[in-house]
Structures are given as C-alpha cells and as structure tokens.
C-alpha cells in the first residue's frame, strides 16, 4: 500500500505542478485507524498528505458532479463505474476529468473488526498483504484481511477501472460472474418472511438519509421525501410504512444505475441491510434487460433505451 500512494502521490503532484487539473481529489489519512476521508488537493504540497490504505471506502464520484475546474480523482473500480453512470447522465464533464485510476481487492468493514474484536477499541491497524494486524490497550490480534472486508468488497467484479487515464499499481485478477446467491436466497423467502424482514429493518430507520446522501447517483435537487406539495410520506421516522416507502422509491430511482458501491450501507448508522434491496435491482437489471451500470462508456442507461425485444409482461393480461 504504501507504494501505492508513493505512486499517487508523484502522480497528483506531477499533474498539479504541470497546471494539468486545479484540484486532485483523493484521501487522506483520517483521525481514526482505518479510516481514510476525503482530500481536495489543490497544490503539490497538499498532494503530499495523499494516502492509500483499505481504509479508503468513500465514494469519490460523490465529489465530481457539476465542477467547472478541471479536476484529477484517485479511484477505484467501483467509483469508476459510478463515474461512468455520471457521465453518460451529463452530470460530469469527462473532458475536465482525469482519472487515476487504482485496482482494488477490498476495503476494511470496520464494523465487522468491532465484531470480532468484541467491541475493543483500535489504536493501531497494520496492514502486512493478507493479514491485519490490530492493536488497542492490552491486546495485540492478526486477522485475515478477506474475513473484514466490505460484502459489496466481497461481491464485487469490477475490482479494476473500467476506464482511467493513468492506472497506479498492477490489474487484480478478475472475478467470474456474481451469482447474486444472497438474493436468490431471499428471494426463496414467503412474502410474509420478506416482508416482516423488511419491517425488523426500517424499524430501526431514523430516516437520516445518509443513504442517500452517501450514493454518487441521488442528485435531484429536491427529494420526494422533501416535497410539501404534495406531501409523499410522513416527516416522523417513527412510521415504519413511510421508512419502507422511501427506501423502496430511492432504489427504484437507482435502477439501471446503482454501481453496487454499498455506499449507502457504509453510511447507515442503524446498519440496515440495505443492499438487499439495491442488490434485487442490480439482479433483476442484469437478468432483464443484461445491463450493469457504469460498465462501458458505449452502452446506454438500460431504462433510457427501448427494443421491440424489451420484456413487458406487465402490459399482457393473463
């Protein structure tokens, strides 16, 4: 890792010294282990705060969105497709966009660490290849690194940069096709079981919209939940039906579009499942129309396109 961000590094100062972009959006290393947050360099000193470590889960697409300076970002293959999606919906001009672009195995889950370390607090995490070492006040434990890792992480087949201008590190290997096993699995569920998931989970909702807040793909200036005329759901996050209306209505929005980042599950302080049900559209995208958001700059948006050979049965009487 640490010759990763060497490289990221030499790579931010070299374009911003060159007047090649005005800002290089990348991470810094956060106030916490494990943690990195997001950096906006705009000199060659800045530049040097630049880091790269499991740590950097955040979505930078997040930050690309309608800038009118010329900008460089450090991503990796999940915020690449995001990027992709962005641009096609011209909310991002590639013209003004350099991408520099770092295959990626995995983030860190670091609720996932909590869980096995029993709640312990981490003062140090030491990544040595496959294996974490974690230390806090009295205790010292080596991990495998596959055992915390993110389950969008773990799922995901994109681990390399669809597209990039510079490419830091070397390609990972790819991954065969997802078979979508947990949704399947859910899917196998009654109604009854699926919906009384459904209900244990936006029970806990605080509608914070972190969520949404967190995903590179909601970006409407003004949210249904927000609207007063007419007034779709309740403003009280204590109305277990109205949680379940927003987060079934934000996906929907996403459909076609949703990069399966798990972006918004990271930012769920109730750590609500919610990628069951970003999952269930990434799935039915890909079986429907086989269409996976942010994969090729040549394909269209799959709900932007029509066929004559386009599944409707919604429309057939039986």
Partial sequence: MQ???????DTAKKLLEEKKV?????????????????LFARTPEEADKLVWSRGCENNLANYLRKREDKAAVVAKGCDVRSIVALIKENQINRD???IIGVPCDGMIDRKKVEKLLDGKEVLEAIENGNSLELKGKGFTKTVDVKDVLHNSCLDCRYGNPVIYDELI??????????????????E???????????????????????????????????????CSTPEW??????NVQDNILFQVVRVFHSAGR???????????????????????????????????AGVSMDDKPALATFTANDPEPFLVKE
């Fill in 258 to 292: 949703c990069a399966d980042c798990g972006a918004c599950e990271r930012a769920c302080p109730m750590s609500i499942s919610l990628r069951v049900l970003t999952r269930k559209l990434v799935k039915d995208v890909k079986e429907l129309f086989d269409a996976e």
């Fill in 233 to 238: 759901i309740s403003k009280s996050a204590t």
């Fill in 169 to 186: 590190g070397e390609p990972i290997p790819a991954k065969g096709d997802d078979d979508f096993a947990d949704i399947k699995e859910f």
């Fill in 3 to 9: 010759k990763l961000t060497e490289q990221i590094k």
């Fill in 22 to 38: 005005d800002v290089v959006v990348g991470f810094a290393q956060g106030s916490l282990p494990l943690r990195g947050t997001p």
């Fill in 96 to 98: 003004n966009l350099y």
């Fill in 188 to 226: 196998a569920k009654s109604p009854a079981e699926r919906r009384n998931h459904f209900v244990q989970e936006f029970s806990k909702c605080i509608r914070c919209y972190a969520c949404r807040n967190a995903c590179p793909m909601c970006y409407c200036e003004e949210c249904f939940v927000d």
